[in-house]
């Protein structure tokens, strides 16, 4: 759905990672907590996470941006902090 005012992005970043069936409950508990983190430390880009439902599992991220401004501008806020960089490792 689209609100009044704003435009579909123009970048679509799509990245798929493939689970190990013996790492998924691990895998889930570090996502779980990097999203907590994210939240709390004001991460500067919103994604979507969406996992398969049948083995092996993919789990597939994506990210959307307005314009290549918009992926260096996140780019930039990531690098300028150094906090967030390290607590997300």
């Known amino acids: 759905m689209i609100v009044s005012g704003q435009s579909l992005p123009k970048i679509l970043q799509i ?9 998924e409950q691990a895998y889930g508990r570090i996502e779980e907590e990097l999203a ?5 430390m004001n991460c ?5 996470a969406l996992a398969s439902v049948d083995l092996p599992r993919d ?3 994506l990210n959307t941006y ?3 401004t918009d992926v ?3 780019a930039r806020a990531y690098a300028n902090d150094p906090a967030l960089t390290t607590a997300m490792r």
Do not use: F, G, K, T
Not at 15 to 23: C, G, H, I, K
């Open 72 to 74: 260096d501008r996140i």
């Open 66 to 68: 307005a314009s290549q």
């Open 15 to 23: 990245v798929q990672e493939r689970l190990n069936p013996d790492a």
């Open 59 to 61: 789990v597939w991220w």
């Open 44 to 48: 500067p880009n919103r994604y979507l």
């Open 36 to 40: 907590r983190l994210c939240a709390r």
